[in-house]
């Protein structure tokens, strides 16, 4: 098993900044990718950007050019970088690790972003 912790969400005003952690812990050996979805009222959970174990990232879209996420293998963290946030950036924030197949998830953490 794999367990996630989320850190780093809020309250902030668009055009504004915030950075996602998420610490790994328990059977965290071999884990290969980790990410960040994220899910708005309403809408389906889409993937915001992920990260091999040797450092390839791939980032959404709707994110590229001011979201980056980074990891750091020793510590077992990633996290994601959120520059020049939108209103349409509000959403619950999930950090995700896959290993073996499996896909664990975080709790979650909450992005507001007010216009």
């Known amino acids: 098993q794999v367990q996630l912790v989320e850190s780093g969400g809020g309250l902030v005003q668009a055009g504004g900044s915030l950075t996602l952690s998420c610490a790994a812990s328990?059977?965290?050996?071999?884990?290969?990718?980790m990410g960040w979805y994220r899910q708005a009222p309403g809408k389906q959970r889409e993937m915001v950007a992920r990260?091999?174990?040797?450092?390839?990232?791939e980032h959404a879209d709707s994110v590229k050019g001011r979201f980056t996420i980074s990891r750091d293998n020793a510590k077992n963290t990633v996290s994601l970088q959120m520059n020049s946030l939108k209103p349409e950036d509000t959403a619950v924030y999930y950090c995700?690790?896959?290993?073996?197949?499996?896909?664990?998830w975080g709790q979650g953490t909450q992005v507001t972003v007010s216009s």
């Open positions: 995700v690790a896959i290993k073996a197949g499996e896909v664990y």
């Open positions: 328990g059977s965290i050996f071999s884990i290969n990718a």
């Open positions: 990260i091999t174990r040797n450092g390839m990232t």
